[in-house]
């Protein structure tokens, strides 16, 4: 993250905002790839406590909907400054009908 930049959430992705646009962070399909599912079978039903540290890796919560199963799971994931994405933790509850 460079100066005046800031981490934002749009159209259900994570995005870095600068003076001339909108450059995508963190997708559905990001996301997908990181819990082993094909593209299009999630959801991200929203963002929360999104978290940059000193060296710009990012920090988050996403609540995710997979299409076959009952309920939304928050996981807990990083995207670092080389593009990286993992996920650090699911939530310790079993899916349940609460998305943030």
């Known amino acids: 993250m460079g100066d005046g930049e800031v981490v934002a959430t749009y159209d259900d992705s994570l995005v870095r905002v600068t003076s001339r646009r909108l450059v995508p962070l963190v997708t559905e399909d990001d996301v997908a790839g990181v819990l082993h599912r094909q593209p299009k079978t999630i959801l991200i039903m929203g963002f929360g406590h999104l978290r940059v540290d000193a060296s710009g890796d990012i920090?988050?919560?996403?609540?995710?909907?997979?299409?076959?199963?009952?309920g939304c799971q928050s996981r807990y994931l990083e995207r670092a400054t080389d593009g990286t994405i993992r996920q650090i933790r699911a939530s310790s509850t079993p899916p349940n009908d609460i998305c943030y």
């Open 59 to 70: 920090y988050f919560f996403a609540s995710t909907l997979i299409y076959g199963r009952h």
